[in-house]
């Protein structure tokens, strides 16, 4: 296709010079006949003069020749420099026309251009989810079949089948998850969802986002760690924090999988709102990619080549519900390798700040 368009501007480009050159060479035979035309009116001038006729008279009919200081007829100076901006005139109205119309189309394939670059991205970033919901899809069902098939058919001992049924509700949590990603995806991506604001305490939504997670914590060796003072309000959507707390804590355990790392969770509060840090000591991420964390099936690599695990829907959940409160999402890290830092700042409620 790039290809195709180049052809296709070289050919526009090409027919634009072709006419611009056949319209000089038109003007110039035009412009030379009517010259020649009016120095024939001069030689016809010329004859009457001598034939006796009042040069007044021949002007009055022969308004394009003057008489030259040798009293000899000939086409005006300035019918000469009218017929030069004639010819003039028309070049720049057809120079302007064609660079006009070569303009419009180069604009024209720019933007189909981006527009297909942009289908062609969103195509690509549409399979890449269905491959990933697929395999997030495969694998809890995958071990919930074998859990199932275990506890059927070897009636295991008591802490065996605690420890099977305790698989069986890890995996039905990480199918809720990733469920609950694409409904909350599909609804958050209008613009039209309404948002219903109340004070809500930090500390105890953390505390049973955090009770939720366990299991995958534990599972990937992972800790998790709750810093957040009592009392620590904001005024926002209570499914939206949610939301936000369990896709930054469920990122932060994927990442520090690898490593069997940390994922701390702070709170602090200034002047200007509530501040929510999700600090990791996973994979981290190059400091060019951070704006891209937050798109839509954006997933982060973890060696250089393979993403990690899920559908990457999470940090685009918890830009959106951030955005919905009034709230701003940010991410930083010191490189891959590195762990990585989000944080979440809600402006302070209208009413700490009269309380304040």
């Given at each position: 296709m790039q290809i195709g368009f180049i052809v296709l501007l070289l050919a526009c480009s090409a027919q634009l010079a072709y006419w611009m050159a056949d319209e000089y060479r038109y003007t110039e035979t035009v412009r030379d006949h009517r010259r020649a035309a009016f120095e024939e009116q001069a030689r016809s001038s010329a004859a009457l003069l001598r034939a006796g006729v009042p040069w007044s008279?021949?002007?009055?009919?022969?308004?394009?020749?003057?008489?030259?200081?040798?009293?000899?007829?000939?086409v005006s100076a300035a019918m000469l420099?009218?017929?030069?901006?004639?010819?003039?005139?028309?070049?720049?109205?057809?120079?302007?026309?064609?660079?006009?119309?070569?303009?419009?189309?180069?604009?024209?394939?720019?933007?189909?251009?981006a527009a297909l670059r942009e289908e062609h991205s969103l195509r690509r970033q549409q399979e890449d989810f269905l491959a990933a919901a697929s395999h997030e899809l495969k694998s809890p069902l995958a071990s919930l079949r074998l859990s199932?098939?275990?506890?059927?058919?070897?009636d295991p001992a008591p802490p065996h089948r605690a420890e099977l049924v305790q698989r069986l509700l890890s995996d039905i949590g990480r199918?809720?998850?990733?469920?609950?990603?694409?409904?909350?995806?599909?609804?958050?991506?209008?613009?039209?969802?309404?948002?219903?604001?109340?004070?809500?305490?930090?500390?105890?939504?953390?505390?049973?986002?955090?009770?939720?997670?366990?299991?995958?914590?534990?599972?990937?060796?992972?800790?998790?760690?709750?810093?957040?003072?009592?009392?620590?309000?904001?005024?926002?959507?209570?499914?939206?924090?949610?939301?936000i707390a369990r896709n930054l804590i469920h990122n932060g355990i994927k990442a520090s999988r690898p490593s069997a790392g940390t994922v701390i969770v702070r709170g602090a509060q200034d002047a200007q709102g509530v501040t929510i840090h999700v600090?990791?000591?996973?994979?981290?991420?190059?400091?060019?990619?951070?704006?891209?964390?937050?798109?839509?099936?954006?997933?982060?690599?973890?060696?250089?080549h393979?993403?990690?695990?899920?559908?990457?829907?999470?940090?685009?959940?918890?830009?959106?519900?951030?955005?919905?409160?009034?709230?701003?999402?940010?991410?930083?890290?010191?490189?891959?390798?590195?762990?990585?830092?989000?944080?979440?700042?809600?402006?302070?409620?209208?009413?700490?700040a009269s309380e304040s």
């Open positions: 008279q021949i002007r009055a009919s022969q308004t394009e020749i003057d008489l030259g200081p040798d009293g000899v007829p000939r420099a009218q017929l030069d901006a004639d010819r003039f005139h028309r070049l720049n109205r057809y120079a302007w026309e064609g660079s006009f119309f070569l303009l419009v189309l180069i604009a024209a394939m720019a933007v189909v251009y199932a098939e275990t506890i059927a058919m070897r199918l809720d998850q990733m469920i609950a990603n694409v409904l909350d995806a599909s609804r958050l991506s209008r613009e039209s969802v309404r948002v219903s604001r109340e004070p809500v305490d930090l500390r105890p939504l953390f505390a049973s986002v955090a009770d939720e997670l366990r299991p995958l914590a534990d599972d990937c060796g992972v800790r998790v760690l709750l810093m957040i003072d009592d009392g620590l309000t904001v005024d926002a959507d209570r499914e939206g924090v949610r939301t600090d990791d000591t996973g994979i981290g991420f190059a400091m060019n990619e951070a704006r891209g964390l937050f798109q839509k099936f954006h997933r982060i690599e973890a060696n250089g393979e993403r990690l695990p899920g559908t990457g829907l999470g940090l685009f959940l918890v830009r959106r519900c951030a955005e919905m409160d009034g709230a701003v999402v940010t991410a930083s890290s010191d490189g891959p390798g590195h762990g990585a830092r989000f944080e979440v700042r809600w402006p302070a409620s209208r009413t700490a």
